[in-house]
């Protein structure tokens, strides 16, 4: 086999899905496609999170030797904490009328928490750039946060492109000068799953904060 090929099938494998045990554990973080009875899955596997999405099924019936597969959501981190985003909003009230940005990032040794505010490279009413930061061993993104200013919460072309290569949630605050409106998607390699609401404690503290 050609030796990029061999690079690139190494760092996102297929696995043909047993029948009779579970599939082996990703060796640390990364991805791959896992060959089931009921459809191809892409399988993302990090510190924090794990998720499993089929991407496709079979188009004819026939007779597969693997086992099946199902759709899972595992947050490893537990709940992201509502003071944390109610930071981030202070933070974004505070740079109207322009945007702003933050990463909250979890440590998976110490399974904290914390709020990285992102250095901006240029920003403005309705554009932000910023630059990548640099985390600490053992520490990854969880929720890239940015603010929309006075506009409503939304997700742009900008962003779609932006987030097009993450695994992460992204989380968007609009209406910065009053109870902010949210935005909030799971990224996942090119997959967005925009979330029907934010957690409840996560608006009521919001909520709270200009209460």
């Known amino acids: 086999m050609n030796p990029v090929d061999t690079v690139l099938q190494g760092s ?39 998720v499993v999405r089929r991407l496709g099924a079979f188009d004819w019936r026939t007779t597969v030797p693997y086992g099946e597969v199902g759709e899972l959501t595992d947050l490893r981190c537990g709940a992201i904490p509502a003071a944390l985003v109610v930071e981030f909003a202070r933070l974004a009230r ?11 990032v979890w440590d998976a040794v110490t399974r904290q928490f914390r709020l990285e505010r992102l250095a901006s490279l240029s920003h403005g009413p309705a554009h932000l750039h910023y630059g990548r930061p640099q985390l600490r061993e053992g520490e990854w993104l969880v929720v890239d946060c940015h603010s929309h200013g006075h506009g409503k919460a939304y997700f742009s072309s900008t962003d779609d492109r932006d987030d097009a290569h993450d695994v992460k949630l992204a989380l968007v605050l609009g209406s910065c000068d009053r109870t902010p409106s949210v935005a909030l998607r799971l990224c996942m390699k090119g997959r967005f799953e925009v979330q029907a609401g934010a957690p409840a404690h996560w608006l009521a503290a919001l909520a709270g904060e200009v209460a």
Do not use: H, K, Q, Y
């Open 94 to 104: 505070a740079a109207l009328p322009n945007e702003v940005g933050a990463w909250i």
């Open 12 to 50: 996102f494998p297929s696995v043909m899905v047993p029948t009779r045990e579970s599939v082996a554990p990703i060796a640390g973080a990364g991805e791959r496609l896992l060959i089931a009875s009921n459809g191809v899955f892409l399988e993302v596997d990090r510190p924090w999170i794990r």
